[in-house]
C-alpha cells in the first residue's frame, strides 16, 4: 500500500527543492501573522474608542523620538510615537499580553497616563471616531492649531496628518 509521498531521491531535492520551498513560504507566514495582528489592532481601536481622549505627554529620547502611553479603563495600553520629521504612529498593547486575565485589577489607575518632564509639545484630543472601512480619524489640539489625524487602524501608522479648523464639527 503507498501512501504517495516519497522521500528525496536525488541529493540536489535535499539540497535545492526543500530549502528552496521553505524559503518561499516565508512571506506567506509573514502575511498571515501581520493580518492576524492587524485585526488585534482595529478590535483594540474599536473596544477603546471612548477611552483616548486624555491629552498625551510623552519623553524624548537621545534618537529625538518622544514616545507616550494612556491606559485604559479595560487595561489595554495605547502607546503613540513621534518620530524626527513628524513622522507618527499608534501601537496598542493589550491587558492580556500581561498575562492578567482580569481586567479588575486596572481599575484604581482609570484613565492614567505615563508622562514624564521633558516633553516637546502639549496635545489634547478633542474628538475621535472610527469609520467601518478600517481608519480611526483624531483631531488633536496643539498649541492652540488643530490636526486631523488619520491612522490606519491595522497597524497604527498615520497616513496624514493635516491641519484643520479647530471650530469645526467632529465627523
Given at each position: 500500500?503507498?501512501?504517495?509521498?516519497?522521500?528525496?531521491?536525488?541529493?540536489?531535492?535535499?539540497?535545492?527543492?526543500?530549502?528552496?520551498l521553505?524559503?518561499?513560504?516565508?512571506?506567506?507566514?509573514?502575511d498571515?501573522?501581520?493580518?492576524?495582528?492587524?485585526?488585534?489592532?482595529?478590535?483594540?481601536?474599536?473596544?477603546?474608542?471612548?477611552?483616548?481622549?486624555?491629552?498625551?505627554?510623552?519623553?524624548l529620547?537621545?534618537?529625538n523620538?518622544?514616545?507616550?502611553?494612556?491606559?485604559?479603563?479595560?487595561?489595554?495600553?495605547?502607546?503613540?510615537?513621534?518620530?524626527?520629521?513628524?513622522?507618527?504612529?499608534?501601537?496598542?498593547?493589550?491587558?492580556?499580553?500581561?498575562?492578567?486575565?482580569?481586567?479588575?485589577?486596572?481599575?484604581?489607575?482609570?484613565?492614567?497616563?505615563?508622562?514624564?518632564?521633558?516633553?516637546?509639545?502639549?496635545?489634547?484630543?478633542?474628538?475621535?471616531?472610527?469609520?467601518?472601512?478600517?481608519?480611526?480619524?483624531?483631531?488633536?489640539?496643539?498649541?492652540?492649531?488643530?490636526?486631523?489625524?488619520?491612522?490606519?487602524?491595522?497597524?497604527?501608522?498615520?497616513?496624514?496628518?493635516?491641519?484643520?479648523?479647530?471650530?469645526?464639527?467632529?465627523?
Open positions: 500500500m503507498s501512501s504517495g509521498f516519497q522521500w528525496p531521491s536525488k541529493w540536489w531535492q535535499w539540497l535545492l527543492v526543500y530549502p528552496g521553505a524559503v518561499a513560504l516565508i512571506p506567506i507566514v509573514n498571515y501573522l501581520r493580518s492576524r495582528d492587524g485585526n488585534s489592532q482595529v478590535a483594540l481601536w474599536t473596544k477603546n474608542i471612548s477611552c483616548i481622549e486624555a491629552p498625551f505627554a510623552g519623553v529620547n537621545e534618537f523620538v518622544q514616545t507616550s502611553a494612556t491606559i485604559c479603563k479595560s487595561g489595554d495600553v495605547l502607546v503613540r510615537f513621534i518620530a524626527p520629521g513628524d513622522k507618527r504612529a499608534y501601537r496598542w498593547v493589550p491587558v492580556e499580553l500581561f498575562g492578567l486575565r482580569s481586567v479588575s485589577t486596572f481599575s484604581l489607575i482609570g484613565n492614567a497616563n505615563a508622562q514624564a518632564p521633558g516633553a516637546r509639545q502639549h496635545e489634547e484630543t478633542v474628538c475621535q471616531w472610527a469609520r467601518p472601512d478600517g481608519w480611526v480619524i483624531r483631531r488633536v489640539k496643539v498649541e492652540g492649531s488643530c490636526f486631523e489625524e488619520h491612522i490606519w487602524a491595522a497597524t497604527g501608522e498615520v497616513r496624514r496628518r493635516q491641519r484643520v479648523d479647530c471650530r469645526a464639527p467632529c465627523r
